[in-house]
């Protein structure tokens, strides 16, 4: 219970600093709502963005891998949590996209976002600290 507290503690202190919106007066789109069309694992899923399908990474947290003992899990519960279901995608500046073309984003569906929900459901922990191997 303490780790799970100092995860969401880590999450909601240091992660925001990172992602702020651009500045006042810029055309760049920091928000706005899609469709899930399919979870891909625990931290990406795809939608339709300006006409082609395209992956999202959810930004600020790490999820095990789909090869892992508990990436199945993981992906479930993105899926029980977001799939076929309209998100608000946050655009944390400077960059939009991963290393591997995915979107960067923060996620929420309604006013609930659902990185820190993942980490609080065991599932997910803050990117950058240590990985969730099995469960």
């Avoid at 659902?114 to 191997?133: C, D, Q």
Wanted: glycine residues 8%; proline residues 6%.
């Amino acid at each position: 219970m303490r780790i799970l507290a100092m995860s969401l503690l880590l999450f909601a202190i240091v992660i925001p600093a990172g992602c702020t919106p651009p500045a006042v007066g810029t055309n760049e789109i920091t928000t706005r709502t899609f469709h899930v069309l399919r979870v891909i694992d625990g931290d990406t899923f795809q939608i339709r963005y300006d006409g082609d399908v395209t992956s999202v990474r959810i930004w600020g947290i790490d999820a095990p891998e789909k090869n892992t003992s508990a990436g199945p899990a993981a992906t479930e519960a993105l899926k029980r949590l977001i799939d076929d279901r309209d998100v608000r995608l946050v655009f944390c500046a400077p960059r939009k996209r991963d290393n591997f073309g995915r979107l960067l984003a923060r996620v929420f569906v309604d006013d609930k976002e659902i990185g820190p929900e993942l980490i609080r459901m065991g599932h997910a922990s803050p990117y950058g600290s240590s990985k969730i191997k099995s469960k």
